[in-house]
C-alpha cells in the first residue's frame, strides 16, 4: 500500500513518540499539515500546535526537548519559515537540546530557479545544526527523518533539519516507515580512570564538582545525588545545570551557580580547589578563560564527549562515557569520605557567604518599584520544587541564576550557551504542555517578552496554566545599558524603547493582567496572579539603579 510523503513523516514521528509538533503552514508544505489535521485512515497523529512566529515554534520543541529528553519537532514553510528557524535551531544546539526541524521547500525541478521562495535550505541551516539534508527521493523520507533523530539526540544533542520540497511531500511512497533507531548506549568511563579520580579525590584537600548542561539530565542527577549522600563534596552548578542539587543536599552541597561575571561564591570555591572535577560541563555555558584565568587549577573531566581544549581548560584526564553509571562507579569505588575540620572550616565561610549574598544591599528610593532580590522572594515563596521556572534574557537573568534556587534538574530553564533573548514565554509554554498538573511561569523582561508577547495568545487559546512575570525597568534594554555605561564612562547606546501597557496587551490577547503599584503589594499581588487559572501576567516595576555592581570585580576583559 502506498502512502504519501507527508504520511510516512507522520508514522516516522509516531514511531519516535511525538506528542506535540509545532509550526506554521505555507503552501509549500500544506500537504503535510492537511495529514496532521485531517489524517486518512484513522491514522494517530501528534498534535499540532498552531504559533504566531516560526521562531518561538521552535523555541517551544527546543523546551519539550530539554524538558522531556525527546527531540521536539518543528515544521515551517519554505523561504522565509525557513529562515526564521536559523536563532532557536542555533540556541538549541549550542545548549545540547534535541529538535528535530522540518522545512517546506519548492518542487525539487525549481530548487535551482529564480523561483517564489526558492532558498538553499539545506546549506543555511548547515552551520547552526547537527544534521542538515534534503529529502531528493520520495522513498528516503522515513530514511532521513530516522538519521535526523539520531544525530538530534547525540552524545552531544542539538537541532537537525529537513528540507521537504513540495512534490516529495505530496509524492506516493511505497517504503513503509522504518522503525525508531534507538539511541546509543554508552556504558561507565574506564574502570581504571574511575579509580584513578576516587583516589584523587581522597587525596584532594577542597575537591569541587562544577556541574554543566549535560550533566543535568536526571538520571545524572540521580547518579550524583547518590554519590554526595556517602562523599560531603561541594558543587558549583552552571546556569544550565540549575537544580542538579536536591534540597535535602543543598545544606552541605550547594555553593552557587556560575555563567555571567567572574565574582560569584562559586568562583571563589573553584579557585581555592586543588582539584576540579567538571560534569558535564561545556565551555560555552561558562567559558575557561574567567573561571580559570591562571590557568593552574587541577581539571578532570566526566563527560560524554572530548572536550574543547584550549589555554585555560585542558584536563589532566578525561573520563568518557554514560555520567551517570560513571558517577554510580565513582560512589561505589569511594564509599564513605570525611571532610577534614581545616576543610570544613573553608566551606563554612563559603557557605556564610552564599547567605551574605541573598541579603537586599540597598533600599529602592522609589515605592512603587520592587528590590529585584524581593521580586526573587516574591516568586520563590508562589513556587515548589515541581513547577518549572523558564527564564528570558535580561538583568533578571542574573540575578535569578544567582539567587533563585531550583532543587530539581530541569525546572529552572536558562538559556547560557547563547543567551537568545525571547526564550522564556515559549519555554515555559512548553512547560505547561509538558507538566500540566502544575502551574509554569516565565520570567521575562519587558524588552524581551515582546519578543515572543505575541504567543500570550497561543497559551491562552491552548488552556495553558501560566505565569508570565514581568520586570519592568520602564523600556530599556537594561542588561546591554548597564555594561556599556561600565565601559563607556556612563554612556549607554540604543537601549531605549517604547512603553506598551502590560496589563491591557494581556487582556487583549484573552490573559488576565495584574500590575504590581506599590513595592508593599508585591505578596499580594503575586497571591492574585498565582490563584488565577489560566494564563496571567505581572507588571512589576523594578528598581536596577544599582545593576553596575553586578559586575564588580571582573577579570580583564570580561565585559568585551
Not at 353 to 382: F, G, M, R, V, W
Not at 545 to 559: D, K, V
Amino acid at each position: 500500500m502506498t502512502k504519501k510523503g507527508s504520511e510516512i513523516i507522520i508514522d516516522t514521528l509516531n514511531n519516535y513518540g511525538v506528542d506535540y509538533v509545532f509550526g506554521i503552514p505555507g503552501a509549500k508544505v500544506d500537504q503535510l499539515f492537511e495529514s496532521l489535521e485531517h489524517p486518512e485512515n484513522g491514522q494517530p497523529t501528534p498534535k499540532l500546535i498552531v504559533m504566531r512566529h516560526e521562531q518561538n515554534a521552535a523555541f517551544m520543541a527546543q523546551g519539550m526537548a530539554r524538558l522531556t529528553g525527546k527531540p521536539g519537532v518543528v515544521i515551517t514553510t519554505s523561504g522565509p519559515g525557513v529562515g526564521n528557524l536559523t536563532t532557536a535551531l542555533m540556541t538549541a544546539s549550542a545548549e545540547n537540546d534535541p529538535v528535530v526541524a522540518i522545512g517546506g521547500q519548492v518542487p525539487r525541478k525549481d530548487l535551482y530557479r529564480l523561483t517564489h521562495q526558492s532558498v538553499p535550505s539545506k546549506e543555511l541551516l548547515k552551520p547552526v545544526t547537527r544534521y542538515s539534508a534534503e529529502i531528493e527521493d520520495p522513498n528516503t523520507v522515513s530514511e532521513i527523518l530516522n538519521n535526523a533523530f539520531v544525530a538530534a539526540y547525540g552524545p552531544k544533542a542539538g537541532a537537525s533539519f529537513i528540507s521537504l520540497p513540495q512534490d516529495i511531500d505530496e509524492a506516493e511512497v511505497t517504503v513503509p516507515a522504518l522503525p525508531k533507531v534507538r539511541p546509543a548506549q554508552m556504558g561507565p568511563a574506564p574502570i581504571d580512570e574511575i579509580n584513578d579520580l576516587a583516589q584523587r579525590i581522597k587525596d584532594a584537600k577542597l575537591p569541587v564538582m562544577l556541574v554543566g548542561m549535560r550533566g543535568s539530565d536526571p538520571k545524572a542527577a540521580a547518579a550524583l545525588h547518590h554519590l554526595l549522600e556517602h562523599v560531603p563534596m561541594p558543587v558549583v552548578e552552571t546556569f544550565q545545570g540549575a537544580g542538579v542539587i536536591s534540597r535535602d543536599l543543598a545544606d552541605r552541597s550547594f555553593f552557587g551557580r556560575v555563567g555571567l561575571f567572574h565574582n560569584q561564591v562559586g568562583d571563589r570555591i573553584l579557585a581555592a580547589s586543588d582539584l576540579v572535577i567538571t560534569v558535564g560541563y561545556d565551555p560555552i555555558e561558562y567559558e575557561p578563560r574567567f573561571w580559570n584565568a591562571g590557568k593552574d587549577l587541577k581539571i578532570v573531566t566526566l563527560d560524554t564527549v572530548p572536550a574543547q581544549l584550549d589555554n585555560n581548560f585542558f584536563p589532566e584526564k578525561q573520563l568518557l562515557g554514560d555520567i551517570g553509571e560513571s558517577l554510580d562507579h565513582l560512589a561505589e569505588t569511594l564509599g564513605d569520605v570525611s571532610v577534614s575540620p581545616d576543610t570544613q572550616v573553608k566551606l563554612d565561610e563559603f557557605r556564610q557567604q552564599l547567605a551574605e549574598a541573598e541579603k537586599p544591599k540597598y533600599i529602592p528610593t522609589d515605592n512603587h518599584l520592587s528590590h529585584p532580590l524581593s521580586i526573587i522572594k516574591a516568586t520563590q515563596d508562589h513556587v515548589d520544587d515541581d513547577m518549572t521556572v523558564s527564564l528570558d534574557i535580561g538583568s533578571h537573568y542574573i540575578w535569578m541564576a544567582r539567587h533563585f534556587r531550583s532543587y530539581k534538574p530541569r525546572h529552572l530553564l536558562i538559556s547560557n550557551g547563547m543567551q537568545t533573548l525571547g526564550v522564556g514565554l515559549p519555554w515555559a509554554m512548553a512547560a505547561a504542555l509538558v507538566r500540566p498538573q502544575y502551574k509554569s511561569v516565565a520570567v521575562v523582561g519587558d524588552g524581551g517578552f515582546f519578543f515572543s508577547a505575541a504567543e500570550l495568545e497561543t497559551a491562552v487559546r491552548q488552556n495553558m496554566n501560566l505565569v508570565v512575570i514581568v520586570w519592568n525597568d520602564n523600556s530599556y534594554y537594561n542588561m546591554v545599558q548597564f555594561q556599556e555605561e561600565l565601559k563607556y564612562n556612563n554612556q549607554s547606546a540604543g537601549v531605549k524603547f517604547g512603553n506598551i501597557d502590560l496589563v491591557k496587551f494581556a487582556e487583549a490577547c484573552g490573559a488576565k493582567g495584574f500590575k504590581v503599584e506599590d513595592s508593599s503589594q508585591l505578596a499580594q499581588t503575586f497571591d492574585q496572579a498565582f490563584a488565577y487559572e489560566g494564563v496571567s501576567v505581572i507588571d512589576v516595576p523594578v528598581d536596577y539603579s544599582r545593576n553596575q555592581e553586578l559586575a564588580t570585580n571582573l577579570i580583564e576583559s570580561e565585559l568585551n
